[in-house]
């Protein structure tokens, strides 16, 4: 092979963030950079990170997209981005801390009771706005794929919630001293719903610990009987003699 050929093959083309606007992001492998489409995820060749090559693409294969403004691209290339969470490598470990970030914001609203829509209407497009200043467009683009819609924040405490009563209960049942105390209160709602509130007091590694042990309606009355059934159902699902 001569000298001539051997740079000719090893000469590698660079992605340009400017390919965007022919609906092309990078896709780099051991061979270099290499574009890839939007629309349809074809991954071309190195040698294609050409504008004639990418426009010739874009016109061919999708002539309806091919006067779309970059924005267009740039919402298509976060879909795609979203799309490829769940494999392996990086995108799966941004995956990992977008889940951990929406349930750390879930657990803030939470403790602070604060209304469940504040994540999706101020944190998120503020963080947005901050990182895009204080960071770039690349990196507050990341924060897009962080859930934080009004469901997902409630969705998530009750995730928290549950695991948090799963986390007690089983420090119950598997206490080297297996007494507890309980107490219980009955109550009615705003809308005069009657309710039974219940607390635990357990011995954890030596020292006293409180928790909150249920709260759960009262189908109908708060007469002994329902109070009764309701603590003896309760106890029997959870294991606690
Ligand atoms: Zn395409």
């Given at each position: 092979m001569t000298k001539k050929m051997a740079s000719k093959n090893t000469r590698k083309r660079a992605y340009s963030e400017a390919f965007l606007q022919y609906g092309f992001v990078n896709m780099p492998d051991c061979f270099g950079d290499r574009?890839?489409?939007?629309?349809?995820?074809?991954?071309?060749?190195?040698?294609?990170?050409?504008?004639?090559?990418l426009k010739e693409h874009l016109m061919k294969c999708h002539p309806g997209s091919a006067s779309?403004?970059?924005?267009?691209?740039?919402?298509?290339?976060?879909?795609?981005?979203?799309?490829?969470?769940?494999?392996?490598?990086?995108?799966?470990?941004?995956?990992?801390a977008a889940v951990e970030a929406s349930y750390e914001v879930a657990y803030r609203i939470a403790k602070t009771q604060k209304p469940h829509t504040v994540a999706e209407e101020l944190i998120l497009p503020f963080s947005i706005i901050m990182v895009e200043k204080l960071c770039g467009l690349h990196q507050a683009k990341i924060l897009?794929?962080?859930?934080?819609?009004?469901?997902?924040?409630?969705?998530?405490?009750?995730?928290?919630?549950?695991?948090?009563?799963?986390?007690f209960i089983s420090e119950v049942l598997s206490s080297s001293y297996p007494k507890f105390s309980m107490q219980f209160d009955k109550s009615t709602d705003i809308a005069s719903w009657p309710t039974l509130i219940g607390f635990i007091r357990y011995v954890r590694e030596g020292s006293i610990k409180e928790e909150m042990l249920l709260y759960e309606d009262l189908s109908t009355t708060t007469k002994c009987a329902d109070i009764f059934n309701t603590v003896d159902g309760f106890l029997r699902k959870e294991g606690l003699d």
């Amino acid at each position: 092979m001569t000298k001539k050929m051997a740079s000719k093959n090893t000469r590698k083309r660079a992605y340009s963030e400017a390919f965007l606007q022919y609906g092309f992001v990078n896709m780099p492998d051991c061979f270099g950079d290499r574009p890839k489409c939007v629309l349809c995820c074809k991954v071309l060749i190195n040698e294609s990170l050409k504008p004639g090559k990418l426009k010739e693409h874009l016109m061919k294969c999708h002539p309806g997209s091919a006067s779309q403004s970059i924005k267009f691209f740039q919402q298509k290339a976060i879909n795609l981005q979203a799309v490829k969470f769940g494999k392996t490598g990086l995108a799966s470990q941004q995956l990992a801390a977008a889940v951990e970030a929406s349930y750390e914001v879930a657990y803030r609203i939470a403790k602070t009771q604060k209304p469940h829509t504040v994540a999706e209407e101020l944190i998120l497009p503020f963080s947005i706005i901050m990182v895009e200043k204080l960071c770039g467009l690349h990196q507050a683009k990341i924060l897009s794929a962080i859930s934080l819609s009004n469901n997902t924040i409630r969705r998530k405490i009750d995730d928290l919630a549950a695991d948090i009563h799963e986390q007690f209960i089983s420090e119950v049942l598997s206490s080297s001293y297996p007494k507890f105390s309980m107490q219980f209160d009955k109550s009615t709602d705003i809308a005069s719903w009657p309710t039974l509130i219940g607390f635990i007091r357990y011995v954890r590694e030596g020292s006293i610990k409180e928790e909150m042990l249920l709260y759960e309606d009262l189908s109908t009355t708060t007469k002994c009987a329902d109070i009764f059934n309701t603590v003896d159902g309760f106890l029997r699902k959870e294991g606690l003699d």
